[in-house]
């Protein structure tokens, strides 16, 4: 049985086709990493109702994931260039599973916290490990069509998140958006055992960086806990300062730490090149545009135009399905043309999307003023993300692929935290001026406290008085005075974005950078290797 298995697998399988199939096992996993992004939200006030859950729990729900995601990115990427990428993607897929499947059965929202917080541990060591896999498994000349794939499916998965989650919770229930996570990764475990190849970074010995590791895990839990709890605690607070004092210290302990030991989590050698240096600062700012927009105009839509969460999510539609042409497509053009034009211009067109969005927005204004920026917000993202990710992974050895996309990852994650919580900061200082002068009746406390509402959205709650018509249209309107000044700061940042791309980002592969490099730092033979030499020009 097991012989006719093999015997069908090498006639389904080929030496020729396998990277295909490798491509598609990683892309299978990547949807659900990236569905679980989106899929969640519209179903907060369902599960809210069923388990009884608090603010603070629903919150979390969100945040647990988003926490232990963002932080073991780098440590799971590093993990897998040391005890073999195939292995730690699996190890991923099956936790990512697991925990979906227990989310799905979660008693209490204690639990679904908990699980949610498992399932961000799957997704930080299988994302990594898919742009790790595909760069082992793909040539330099045909690695951006293969990431511009990769690519598109996670913006498809984004684009499908709030519809689908939308009917299942309506349809069947909030339990049914965890369960099909299950299926999707059996078909992943299958396709990756058959046709993935396992590798490992051979320059260096299993050993694990812990102290790296510690340093690494600490400066960014308090990071990224500072700026997710960092309008809700206000930014003054003692705790908020306490956190972002001990991020500051550790993330500053860790490059000496990695200097020291005798094999660093992170080779710094990586920001030697300016290529992978404008990689990394263009994952921060296209993810910070991209998720502050669409998160505070979510907000908009359901709270100030009145969509119900489905409506929204359907009309971010024109976005995500352009990022799933638009990604093979930028993918296929990186390798003719480089990645620089693509991603500069990438980044210009965003900041666009977002000056046409932000320039006039009123309470009135209706969704087709919205569309035109909302179509160029999916045109330039997917100009930028398939040619940023070949640009990194090019320009280091690949043997060193699982950290350098553990980093890459890391920078989007971080990147998007930050785009939330400065435009809720943005918003609830904006506004709160603007309340000042619509309602001077008010005690200033009680302005204060309707003030630190409109990052989430702009419901009068906690001011001690009634609302009434008066205090609901100043709220609204304060709220999208300052998300519209809120949006047009992040253009402007996003413009400078572009400006950094262009001076980094490598220009077009010349005909001599794909020659074999020579033997030496990965151990191979210059005969064997079909890596280009890395772009290793100081910054």
Known sequence: MTDRIMAHRHRLITEENSRWWTLAAMCFALFMVMLDNTVVNVALPSIQRDLHASLSALEWTVNAYTLTFAVLMV????????????????????????????????????????????????????????????????????????????????????????????????????????????????????????????????????????????????????????????????????????????????????????????????????????????????????SFAMLAQFFFLALYMQNILGYSPLQAGLRFLPSTLLLVVMGPLAGRLTDRLGPRPLVTTGLITVSAAIFVQAIGLTVHTTYLRLLPGFILMGIGIGLVMSPMSTAAMNSVDRTKAGAASGVLAMSRMVGGTFGVAVMGALITTLGRSQLDQRLPQLPASARAAIANSLGAGGAPTGSGHAATAQIVVAVREAFVSALGTGLGIGGAVTLCGAGLAWWLVEKKRRPEAAQAKPAGESGEPAAASQEPAPELTAV
Do not use: C
Not at 98 to 121: E, H
Not at 216 to 225: M, N, S
């Open 75 to 286: 440590t799971g990427g590093r993990l897998g260039d040391i005890f073999g990428r195939r292995k730690l993607f699996l190890f991923g897929v099956v936790v990512f599973a697991a925990s979906s499947a227990l989310i799905g059965f979660a008693p209490s929202d204690t639990a679904l916290v908990v699980f949610r917080a498992f399932q961000g541990v799957g997704a930080a060591f299988m994302m990594p490990a898919t742009l790790s896999i595909i760069t082992q498994a793909f040539p330099p000349e045909q690695r951006g069509t293969a990431i511009g794939t990769w690519a598109g499916v996670s913006a498809l998965a984004l684009a499908i998140g709030p519809v689908l989650g939308g009917f299942l919770t309506e349809s069947v229930s909030w339990r049914a958006i965890f369960w099909i996570n299950p299926p999707i990764a059996v078909v992943a475990v299958a396709v990756t055992l058959f046709a993935a190849r396992d590798s490992r970074d051979e320059t260096v010995d299993k050993t694990v960086d812990f102290p790296g590791i510690a340093a690494i895990t600490v400066g960014l839990t308090a990071l990224v806990l500072a700026l997710v709890e960092g309008n809700s605690w206000h930014w003054g607070s003692s705790r908020v300062i306490g956190l972002l004092a001990v991020a500051a210290v550790a993330l500053a302990a860790f490059p000496i730490i990695e200097h020291r030991v005798k094999a660093p989590m992170v080779n710094f050698n990586f920001f030697r090149s300016r290529t992978y240096l404008g990689s990394i600062l263009v994952g921060f700012f296209v």
